[in-house]
């Protein structure tokens, strides 16, 4: 998926979100507070990512500050992220990558979505670390990999409330056009 094709697909959650649209680093109106989740380091900007989240102005708010718009996943809210990159210089960025958080507890149900979707070849199931202070719960990752994408979801991210779950788009898979 092309950035502009991003841009033009319409929030998949309008009933959650009504007006929801994306945003991202480096937009012309994308500066302040209210858009401080798409700072991204200048490394990463060097290389020529940019970091897309969709936004809304919440109805009933006092204020006209806009809010993050996550994607429902199962029936929970998750907050997303897209990233994209171009793969040469001058090419249209591509989605590279899609990250998705969302509450420690609904890791079993996303891994068992995952594990029955069609195109997953391969399930790896790792304890990375044994339980830390205030957390009963070792970190389990689980991984899927379809031959074009690989995902990674890791019961405890840096928050241990917080399920973290990367997609990872592989170029090779990536359909580049003429």
């Not at 109805?59 to 429902?72: D, L, N, V």
């Not at 979801?153 to 990872?168: G, K, N, Q, Y």
Request: charged share 20%; with cysteine; net charge negative.
């Amino acid at each position: 998926m092309t950035l502009s094709d991003f841009r033009s697909t319409p929030h998949p959650n309008p009933d959650v979100w009504p007006g929801a649209s994306p945003v991202c680093t480096g937009d012309v109106g994308a500066e302040g507070e209210d858009f401080s989740r798409l700072a991204l380091s200048g490394s990463l900007m060097a290389a020529g990512i940019m970091r897309c989240m969709y936004f809304w102005d919440s109805p009933g708010s006092t204020s006209s500050h806009f809010r993050t718009a996550g994607i429902m996943l199962l029936d929970m809210k998750s907050t997303t992220e897209f990233y994209f990159r171009p793969l040469r210089p001058g090419a249209e960025p591509v989605l590279i990558l899609i990250r998705t958080l969302g509450p420690t507890e609904r890791f079993g149900d996303v891994a068992e979505m995952l594990h029955g979707s069609p195109g997953a070849s391969s399930r790896t199931v790792v304890t990375e670390s044994p339980p830390s202070e205030g957390n009963s719960t070792p970190n389990e990752v689980v991984e899927y990999h379809n031959g074009i994408s690989r995902i990674r979801i890791t019961r405890h991210s840096t928050d241990p409330r917080v399920f973290e779950m990367r997609h990872v788009l592989e170029p090779k898979g990536l359909e580049m056009g003429p």
